[in-house]
């Protein structure tokens, strides 16, 4: 399948110091070549596992860690149970040592125990590490810095509301991506419900059943696909969805979130989850009539539909700040208190 797919555009020759605004901007995914590869965790991986192993310990200090974990006869996906009322794989909280023991320990098993910890704080359970191995262009953005170690698994596609910069300090990684617009195609399961907090597409990508999910082969028509080796990188645009297949016995992802938008703003989940309360079951013309709102004041929204009200008394269609924001929220809190 992923031979078929049309690959993610590429930009080569670039270090940390050429990270640029125009690439943390983009509203397109791209691999960074090599734009790692001189961390010093990158270059203990290079060298071999147990090197990158040792590399993670000098900074561990003592604090446990989520780990999601399968038994071999599930494989390699982290997904639902057959009901959707539950999970294939169990949770533990464990400090980092076994679980490095763990990777090495079953690093030549052919069919291992999935091993996978996920969106970690770098700096609480590594800290130092970022002043070896960082990237100096996203400490403006104030990224969110996480760490995923693991061995082979595959994460189902989702998205992420913030924008991603997943960089490969060791093994190798593909991610298959989709643009927003493929949303109907994915086949997205419960929002209640989920493996780790965001809806996912319930198509297997190893195997896909198009009878099951015939739109996916129109979602994989628009896919992309990043085939990532120790030492690159991949710019994600925020909403994209993405899937996410760790290849070797041993990888590390170290990745950084950040969002193009005031630190007032909610997320628009939060806005979604209420549409479906207040708007999805309205009779179909009072729905258009919503949506009309919805483009007129938001989506479409470039300040010329408040020209013709005096500036001062705008209020809540005038642009917002920090207070006017809070205001709004605490109003809203109010309102919904039933």
Known sequence: MHG??????????????????EILTGTEPVILRGLVTSWPVVQAALTSQTDADAYLRRFYRDATMTVMHTPPEVGERFFYNADLTGFNYASSRVKLEPILDALRDHRHDETPPAIYIGSSTLDTYLPGFREENDLAALKAHDALVNIWIGNRTRIPAHFDLPDNLACIAAGRR??????PDQLSNLYIGPFDLTPAGQAISLVDFAKPDFEQFPRFAT???HAQVAELNTGDALFLPSMWWHHVEALESFNILINYWWRQSPG?????????MHAMLT????PAAQRSAWQELFRHYVFDSDGAEVQHIPEAARGMLAPFTEDSARVLRANLLNKMKR
């Open 4 to 21: 078929a797919l049309k690959p993610v555009r590429e930009i080569t020759g670039i270090g940390p110091e050429q990270l640029s605004e």
């Open 174 to 179: 593909r991610f298959t991506v989709f643009p």
């Open 219 to 221: 979602a994989l028509a």
């Open 264 to 272: 007032y703003m909610d997320t628009p989940l939060i806005t979604l």
């Open 279 to 282: 708007m999805r079951d309205l």
